[in-house]
């Protein structure tokens, strides 16, 4: 398809003669001349429309240009003329392609002004676009969580109020004070709980029964009440003031602290019964088996580290790695043990009775731990063993940098994502405070400069568009959504909160791009 040949930008005074029809266009201030017959080939294009433009009354040129000179007809369009030369190219080559450095947002609003349907984009730069507006919904979706965190729902009364109230002290530290408070309290809780379960294990601490067995330091087990009652209090603040009741249940962290707290009444409620249920071997095994379940609890640290959330998130995204590791570490395990019981199988002090019993050796020689309990004798079986840790340790190495390299991507993700959120509420404080600005102003008579440039800027089709949450009743102020707002899909969340009503000025884009990209 690359032997066709490219359009001429060139002059429009050019003294070239061609028998084709000619169309001058000057799009923001580059002249180029296009040919009738290659526009002619996507006739419901708005370039396509351009060709019979003689024809026409002045009115219905000025609905497809922004700008026509009768003189030497040359069609002026305020567009970005990078943007364009991509645009060209459908009706040369057939397809599109987005150049680098061009917002795939923008791209698309340039491809909808020239009247091209989106299937005309490569595949390549459909994944590119794809890629933009999940990012775009994922700012969108933390922007609304922020403002209402902030802000609230206007809409929620009494109990509602309340409700939410009190899930922002509970939930999200970074709403108040107050919620700062509870979540540095919580987490000196979880620190101490955890210590004083390890510390209750040391036998000079422990204290002897009328019985004469060992049982736990009364000091230790009412610190270890003290906690589970926070523990408990907490949960049960959390869950009636979260707004889905059974999301809230059946979330990871929350089963995780429901289980480091159910042990303790499981076994104060086995107690009660007295010690004849107590005596039973079965129910001592349990006993011990909830007490042991109390180590789930440090897992609550995740609730408070984003650190530990960015590296849940990152294994998440590396289940494939994952997966490779496992496979190849059982495949080896599997291998060298087999080879091990049978080349040790001539020793007679031999360590390798079973190939079951092999496979402890082949975990901790080709994971490099090497115990020495199990160990080969004969020199076949050392050789076997030199090459099991040596696979082990490029099977080990081979998914650990993709496993890496999620974990910078999401975390340089969650970091982009939240200064990016940071700097849209900024900016909408800002447009929003000029627009009250503007408001006061006209009443007295004045005339606002800024307001002036903005309606230039607004004039300006080029401009790059940054998704704002818009108000939904319609009004010129941005009202926060409510926690009910939700989004079944990507397509949904970027209609909602992309608007040519809601969108960033040219100056506007260039800081918070600016401020992206030092983040980065």
């Known amino acids: 398809m690359w032997g066709i040949q490219r359009t001429r930008y060139g002059d429009c005074n050019a003294s070239e003669a061609s028998e084709e029809t000619e169309i001058v266009v000057n799009i923001g201030g580059v002249k180029q001349v296009l040919f009738g017959d290659a526009l002619s080939r996507y006739p419901d294009t708005r370039l396509a429309e351009l060709i019979d433009c003689s024809l026409k009354s002045s009115e219905e040129i000025s609905v497809l240009c922004d700008d026509y000179d009768s003189d030497t007809g040359e069609f002026y369009f305020d567009r970005d003329p990078e943007a364009f030369k991509c645009i060209i190219e459908l009706y040369y080559y057939g397809e599109i392609h987005m150049k680098r450095g061009i917002c795939p947002i923008c791209f698309m609003k340039e491809m909808e002004f020239w009247k091209i349907d989106p299937d005309f984009l490569d595949d390549c730069c459909k994944c590119q676009l794809k890629e933009v507006e999940d990012e775009l919904a994922e700012i969108a979706e933390k922007v609304r969580t922020i403002l209402v965190d902030r802000d609230g729902d206007p809409s929620a009364e009494g109990w509602q109020r309340f409700q939410m109230c009190l899930w922002r002290l509970m939930e999200k530290p970074e709403s108040s004070l107050p919620a700062q408070i509870i979540a540095i309290v919580s987490f000196i809780f979880i620190l101490v ?128 790695e994952l997966g490779l590791l496992l496979m190849y570490m059982g495949v080896g395990v599997f291998l060298f043990s087999a080879l091990g019981y049978t080349m040790e199988q001539s020793h007679p002090e031999t360590l390798f009775t079973s190939i079951p019993q092999s496979f402890w050796w082949a975990v901790i020689t080709m994971t490099t731990v090497g115990y020495g309990d199990v160990y080969p004798k004969t020199t076949l079986g050392r050789c076997n063993a ?135």
């Open 193 to 320: 709980s955890s210590v004083v379960m390890c510390v209750g294990t040391i036998p000079d601490l422990q204290v002897e029964d009328s019985e004469g067995n060992l049982t736990e330091n009364p000091t230790l087990e009412v610190i270890e009440t003290v906690c589970i009652g926070w523990f408990t209090i907490e949960y049960i603040l959390r869950l009636i003031s979260s707004p889905n009741k059974r999301k809230f249940i059946l979330a990871f962290m929350n089963i995780i602290d429901f289980m480091a707290i159910i042990p303790f009444f499981v076994v104060l409620i086995l107690t009660s019964f007295g010690t004849g249920v107590m005596e039973l071997a079965n129910v001592q095994q349990a006993v011990q088996a909830l007490r042991i379940m109390r180590i789930a609890r440090i897992f609550k640290l995740a609730r408070h580290s984003s650190g530990l959330q960015t590296l849940t998130s990152a294994l998440k995204s590396s289940f494939k």
């Open 386 to 520: 030199a090459i099991s840790f040596l696979c082990g340790v490029i099977a080990i190495a081979l998914p650990i940098h993709p496993i890496i390299n999620n974990f910078v991507l999401v975390y340089n993700k969650q970091q982009v994502l939240e200064t990016a959120a940071k700097h849209e509420i900024e900016l909408m404080a800002l447009r929003s405070g000029e627009g009250e600005l503007e408001a006061a102003r006209g009443a007295h008579g004045h005339v606002c400069v800024a307001g002036v440039w903005d309606n230039g800027a607004r004039s300006c089709h080029g401009d790059t568009y940054t998704p704002l949450l818009k108000d939904p009743s319609g009004g010129s102020g941005i009202r926060p959504p409510s926690t009910e707002t939700s989004f079944e899909s990507t397509a949904e969340s970027t209609e909602y909160f992309i608007s040519p009503e809601n969108t960033l000025r040219k100056g506007d884009v260039k800081q918070l791009n600016s401020n992206r990209i030092s983040n980065c």
